[in-house]
């Protein structure tokens, strides 16, 4: 009778040391997949910042942006250009695999890559107005992928300022500044939002609010109505939202 209640407690014993085993695996692997996703949202939050800072830096260099004062009569480097889209086709090669696994739509995904040979073949072309307006396009691709990522919560909100800027500025030589106006009090509603999310005092708070009233600056321009005030008052308010 003995033997065969300690092989009764004994059965009990090895059920609960495999009961253990399974459910620390089961722990194990759930933390696993948790640390994964984390660093899977980080690496494709860094992808998206890179392709971001690089549509801005091409932007800029067709606006010449890159000078104190707006000139139209500086010369855009197109070669320049083409070497950089060169360097964003071999990273998006990667991108694209990354931003697969979220929920994305496909199309969104294929269209990137198809407004990237678009704005080749108008870079070539030299045709400033045709490459600014792929770029805006490219950058609103961003807005969609940047929504699909909570690595950062802000960051959504940084790209829909910087692309309603984007936007202003495309349309700037056209002189439409009631459809600028309302495109820069767009980027100015993108990061009010942030500002309201701030619980307590944030590291980021300082560059936001400056990027805030460099836009509020901006706003201004529909009583200006001046092409270099814009480009001006832009390059700043771009700088402060790439701060961010």
Known sequence: MKNKSKKILYFILILVIILLFSISAIIFAYTKNNEDSLINQEKIYCEIKYLDS????????????????YSSNLEIDWVNLLNNIETVYQYWNTTILDLNNLLIDKQDLT????????LVVSIKEKNKQQSFNYLVQLYEKLTIYAQNIEYDVNYTQVVQAKYHLLVACSIAEKGNWTLIYESILRSDEALLKIINSFDNKDLNEYNVNQAFVAVKELE????VKDLDVFYLK?????????NI
């Open 54 to 69: 690089s549509i801005i830096k091409m932007s800029n260099s067709l606006n010449l942006l890159d000078n104190t004062v």
């Open 111 to 118: 269209d990137f890559g198809k407004i990237l040979d678009n």
């Open 220 to 223: 201004n321009i529909i009583n």
């Open 234 to 242: 832009y390059k700043i308010a771009m700088q402060k939202l790439e």
